[in-house]
Antibody, heavy 118, light 111 residues
Framework: QVQLQESGPGLVKPSETLSLTCTVSGGSMSSYYWNWIRQPPEKGLEWIGYIHYSGSTKYNPSLKSRVTISVDTSKNQYSLKLSSVTAADTAVYYC????????????WGRGTLVTVSS | QSVLTQPPSVSGAPGQRVTISCTGSTSNIGANYDVHWYQQLPGTAPKLLIFRNNNRPSGVPDRFSGSQSGTSASLAITGLQAEDEADYYCQSYDSSLSGSVFGTGTKVTVL
């Protein structure tokens, strides 16, 4: 059964770039869409974007100018970079698999809290 | 920027039936894009509860059911149990954003 695990720094300074990696285990990345989703403390979920195993991407328009998602299928990993972060980017960041850009997310990683603070 | 609206909270006694609404628009639910539901227990990641409007993944009790009509969708929980106390989110695709959107979230409290 496929499992996802986020990793990366838990603390990022304002104006710097947030970088996270999601490692996929127990299955291939082929034919799926690999997503990033975030949840600020005590708030709701926000879809950040996805990358298809082929490399094509789609981002949330509200974050598009600051987001880059990349994939390394040889390592079964994909990554998120969010530039020029502010305190508003403090959130739990989840990676999640999707069978289609129009459909659901399953499974999800456990999530990792990233705090933006000097 | 949630474009799907849910009630902030619903509550019910054990054994009762509760429903959670998810109101969208003609660019998401009303455009016949599927609605999915997630359950988020405190301190954990969301878990897929209902997919493609009314389908339950393996292991999800049949007390949970989904429906969709027009620009809205609903999640029903029958025979409410203490373990159902959690946050619930709907999710769909929005053609104007060209991406996925989530509901505002609903906290279910078992009295």
């Amino acid at each position: 059964q496929v499992q996802l695990q986020e990793s990366g720094p838990g603390l990022v300074k304002p104006s710097e770039t947030l970088s996270l990696t999601c490692t996929v285990s127990g299955g291939s990345m082929s034919s799926y869409y690999w997503n990033w989703i975030r949840q600020p403390p005590e708030k709701g979920l926000e879809w950040i974007g996805y990358i298809h195993y082929s490399g094509s991407t789609k981002y949330n328009p509200s974050l598009k100018s600051r987001v880059t998602i990349s994939v390394d299928t040889s390592k079964n990993q994909y990554s998120l970079k969010l530039s020029s972060v502010t305190a508003a980017d403090t959130a739990v960041y989840y990676c999640a698999r999707g069978p289609s850009p129009y459909w659901f997310f399953d499974p999800w990683g456990r999530g990792t809290l990233v705090t933006v603070s000097s | 920027q949630s474009v799907l609206t849910q009630p902030p909270s619903v509550s019910g006694a054990p054994g009762q039936r509760v429903t959670i609404s998810c109101t969208g628009s003609t660019s998401n639910i009303g455009a016949n894009y599927d609605v999915h539901w997630y359950q988020q227990l405190p301190g954990t990641a969301p878990k897929l509860l209902i997919f493609r409007n009314n389908n339950r993944p393996s292991g999800v009790p049949d007390r949970f059911s989904g429906s969709q009509s027009g620009t809205s969708a609903s999640l029903a929980i029958t025979g409410l149990q203490a373990e159902d106390e959690a946050d619930y989110y709907c999710q769909s695709y929005d053609s104007s954003l060209s991406g996925s959107v989530f509901g505002t979230g609903t906290k279910v409290t078992v009295l």
